[in-house]
Structures are given as structure tokens and as C-alpha cells.
């Protein structure tokens, strides 16, 4: 049974930085993709990032670009997503997921597997 087990959210001040982790289990990760997708109170889930299994593409949300950088460790079957100069805009419960298609992963429909998600509050 795979499971995806967030952690790492919080709250921090606007310019601060967190680390959000995913442990992964239930499989063998490293040949499929996986991503970030965060959801605002009110709002839908978005995506934020992607990388691919070999951890050689990835992919992001315009307004993180230059923030954020997701990366990946297939030995700890962990899934990483840095946050830097965070924004009150930012705030929201940040979900890791997983998928044998990257493509699947950057729409962000009909994805196999999620967690249950870590929340982000970024103060002003």
C-alpha cells in the first residue's frame, strides 16, 4: 500500500525559509514522478513543482521559480521541496504526490497517489 507522509510546514515570517519532506513508502519510487501542490483556504489545489524519477527535469509554478527548488533522494525514497523568501501568498496545506507520468503530475488530474498534506502559513 503506498503511502505519502508530509512534514516540515509551519509558521514563518514573511522572507523565511522552510523545508518541506515526504517520506514515500509502499514501492519503489525511483521511475516515477512526483510533485508538489498546494491549496489555499477557499481555493483549488495548484500545482507547484514536478521532477521527473531520475530527479533530471523538473518543472514549476511560475510565481515559485526562482523561490523554491524541489529535489529528491530515490535511496530514502524522499521527495523535497525547499521554500526561500516565502510570501503571505504562499500560505496554504502543501501536498506531496506521486505518479508513473510526469505529465499526469503537471496537470494535476487523475494523479495515482497523494498525501494527506502539511500546512504553510507565512505571516506578514
Known amino acids: 500500500q503506498v503511502q505519502l507522509v508530509e512534514s516540515g510546514g509551519g509558521l514563518v515570517q514573511a522572507g523565511g525559509s522552510l523545508r518541506l519532506s515526504c517520506a514515500a513508502s509502499?514501492?519503489?519510487?525511483?521511475?516515477?514522478?512526483m510533485g508538489w501542490f498546494r491549496q489555499a483556504p477557499g481555493k483549488e489545489r495548484k500545482f507547484v513543482a514536478a521532477?521527473?524519477?531520475?530527479?533530471?527535469?523538473?518543472d514549476y509554478l511560475d510565481s515559485v521559480k526562482d523561490r523554491f527548488t524541489i529535489s529528491r533522494d530515490n535511496a530514502k525514497n524522499a521527495l523535497y521541496l525547499q521554500m526561500n523568501s516565502l510570501k503571505p501568498e504562499d500560505t496554504a496545506t502543501y501536498y506531496c504526490?506521486?505518479?508513473?507520468?510526469?505529465?499526469?503530475?503537471?496537470?494535476?488530474?487523475?494523479?495515482?497517489?497523494w498525501g494527506k498534506g502539511t500546512l504553510v502559513t507565512v505571516s506578514s
Open positions: 509502499g514501492r519503489t519510487f525511483s521511475n516515477w514522478a
Open positions: 521532477i521527473s524519477g531520475a530527479g533530471n527535469r523538473t
Open positions: 504526490s506521486t505518479d508513473s507520468s510526469y505529465s499526469t503530475i503537471q496537470a494535476g488530474r487523475g494523479v495515482d497517489y
